[in-house]
Nanobody, 114 residues
Framework: QVQFVESGGGLVQSGGSLRLSCVAS????????MGWYRQAPGKQRESVAS???????NYADSVKGRVTISKDNAKKTVYLDMSNLKPEDTAVYYCNQDPVLWSWGQGTQVTVSA
């Protein structure tokens, strides 16, 4: 059973920064595209960013220019560096394979105050 453990969230003021981490208990981690997703209260879960096995990245328009996705295959970890955070970034953030294949982890809460 593949598991994802997200961490790094917290409460920050508008304009602040956070680094999210996700450790995946998955064999051959480097062979999979990975993504970060988020779900705000009352909204559907949405894709935030993705990274391919070759390191190509893709971002949602709402976060483009403010977030960077990266991964460390040796540590089986995917990161999401976020800056210039806005209140509308408030959500629970999750990682998963891209496209989504496995059950979701517990996520990490990001709350941005105005």
């Amino acid at each position: 059973q593949v598991q994802f453990v997200e961490s790094g969230g917290g409460l920050v003021q508008s304009g602040g920064s956070l680094r999210l981490s996700c450790v995946a208990s998955i064999n051959y981690f480097g062979a999979f595209n990975m993504g970060w997703y988020r779900q705000a209260p009352g909204k559907q879960r949405e894709s935030v960013a993705s990274i391919t096995t070759s390191g190509k990245t893709n971002y949602a328009d709402s976060v483009k220019g403010r977030v960077t996705i990266s991964k460390d295959n040796a540590k089986k970890t995917v990161y999401l560096d976020m800056s210039n955070l806005k209140p509308e970034d408030t959500a629970v953030y999750y990682c998963n394979q891209d496209p989504v294949l496995w059950s979701w982890g517990q996520g990490t809460q990001v709350t941005v105050s105005a």
